[in-house]
């Protein structure tokens, strides 16, 4: 006996995990679209048993925030028939909250020396001269997310996103920003790492800095747009 032949493209079924969506949620939601299909039809579409519906593609686009382009660059990236891929993009503000970035703007191939999957990474793009990285204005930093790396701070530099937690005027607040540092090699109980934060050098136990990592830059590209040309 043979295997069933897989005619259709499978769609759906990875930026559906991204978005830690179950399948009866993703109906409901089509179905206030208007797009009326069941669990087990949305189940065919993912496998690549039954073609989907153009109506259903746009339809999920719109549930999963992301450009029909996404959904489809999953399937065709190994074969080079779309080479330009779409990382979740965001705008890190002068109020230290990470924006998601609608434009997605693709002026380079990120995959380059990238060997993971396009959805292990994100990119951000700093809207503002950074005193703890001396990284300028309009720069964009690609990132290890942590829900797919286990990420730890070691006894080298990196520049980490970090979000930190704290209470100002007795209301419980946080802020996102990125960050050079490294494990402090002869600390003990508790290990130390060195930060920057405000452009000051800070300390913390590795315990809690680790738990607060959102993830690790791997490329930094800086726009010179004099001469219009990018350092990676």
Not at 63 to 76: A, E, G, T
Not at 186 to 210: C, T, W
């Amino acid at each position: 006996m043979t295997n069933k032949e897989t005619k259709a493209i499978p769609i759906g079924i990875r930026m559906r995990k991204i978005k830690r969506l179950n399948k009866e949620t993703v109906v409901n939601k089509l179905q206030e679209l208007g797009s009326n299909i069941s669990i087990y039809t949305l189940r065919n579409y993912e496998a690549g048993e039954t073609d989907m519906p153009t109506s259903v593609l746009i339809n999920l686009s719109k549930i999963y925030d992301c450009s029909v382009y996404d959904l489809l660059d999953y399937q065709y990236k190994k074969n080079n028939y779309l080479p330009m891929t779409n990382y979740e993009t965001y705008t890190l503000n002068h109020d230290h909250q990470l924006i998601s970035n609608k434009k997605r703007d693709l002026p380079y191939n990120f995959m380059t020396n990238i060997t993971s999957g396009a959805y292990d990474y994100a990119h951000a793009i700093l809207d503002y001269d950074d005193p703890n990285t001396n990284l300028p204005k309009g720069s964009r930093l690609i990132y290890k997310r942590r829900d797919y790396f286990d990420i730890k701070v070691q006894e080298d530099y990196d520049i980490f996103l970090m979000t930190k937690s704290y209470i100002e005027n007795d209301i419980k607040s946080s802020k996102t920003f990125f960050t050079k540092a490294k494990l402090i090699a002869n600390s003990r109980n508790p290990k130390l790492v060195q930060y920057f934060e405000d452009g000051k050098v800070e300390h913390m136990s590795s315990k809690y800095f680790n738990a607060m990592i959102d993830g690790v830059v791997v490329k930094v590209i800086i726009d010179y747009h004099t001469k219009n040309t990018k350092v990676i």
